[in-house]
């Protein structure tokens, strides 16, 4: 689905990545992990061609991005859902409006307009559909964040801390959505700070744990 082969890529001259190599087959669960500005971030955004590699290739469906007009990849880009760290919505906008946003911005609509109720009901954002960001709590941010994400049915997942600044709970309870979505045949990446989210993961699926320490990327292995 997406593939990076001996990538780099740094900010202002500096190498923050060097020699990336990955794939994310379809259908796999993995985590990315390393310390705070370790890259992860910046490899997500590698991930769905935000960024362009200093060095290396990236393919996304197989195609090399190098090789890919902006019409390619604007259309691979629309089999990605991100879920960003930051989690910005439009204020003006209610938690429906905002969810459906990539579908309004890409001229699409759903086949049945039940669809949007559903995908609410799923992140269990029911009963603030109507709402405005700004009422939302951290949690329900972070599932509105996920609707969006996964609204055009992609089939790819990439998660920046998506139970970034939520309890344990809340972040089990994405976890299962996510699970949920691998089981479904999504392909999910995750970056995440929290290893006991890692552990709770690999108990019910089989997840990958990359972890990016000096500038590489390494399997992480039994330790978790
Ligand atoms: N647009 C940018 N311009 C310059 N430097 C940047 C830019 N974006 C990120 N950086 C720097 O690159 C490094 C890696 O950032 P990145 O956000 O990818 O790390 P991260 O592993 O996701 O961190 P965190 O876990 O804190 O979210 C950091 O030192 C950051 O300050």
């Given at each position: 689905m997406i593939e990076l082969e001996q990538v780099s890529y740094g900010y202002g001259g500096s190498t923050l990545l060097s020699d990336i190599s990955m794939k994310l087959a379809p259908g796999s669960f993995h985590f990315l992990t390393g310390p705070s500005g370790a890259g992860k971030t910046t490899l997500i955004k590698l991930c769905y061609a935000e960024l362009t590699a200093t060095r290396g290739r990236v393919s996304l469906f197989d195609q090399d991005t190098q090789q890919m007009s902006r019409d390619d990849v604007a259309r691979a880009r629309r089999r990605i859902g991100v879920v960003h760290?930051?989690?910005?919505?439009?204020?003006?906008?209610n938690v429906a409006e905002n969810v459906s946003l990539p579908l309004t911005v890409s001229g699409r609509s759903l086949e049945h307009p039940s669809e949007l109720d559903d995908l609410l009901a799923w992140v269990g954002l029911t009963p603030q559909r109507d709402a405005k960001p700004p009422e939302l709590s951290g949690g329900e941010r972070q599932r509105a964040a996920l609707a969006r994400a996964v609204v055009m049915s992609p089939d790819v997942i990439l998660a920046d801390e998506p139970t970034g600044n939520v309890d344990w709970d809340m972040s089990l309870r994405l976890l299962r959505l996510l699970v949920e979505l691998n089981k479904m045949g999504k392909t999910v990446l995750i970056a995440t700070h929290d290893m006991n989210l890692i552990r709770s993961a690999k108990a019910q699926i089989q997840a990958r744990v990359l972890r990016i320490s000096n500038k590489q990327l390494h399997q992480a292995g039994a330790d978790l």
């Open positions: 760290q930051d989690c910005q919505f439009l204020d003006h906008l």
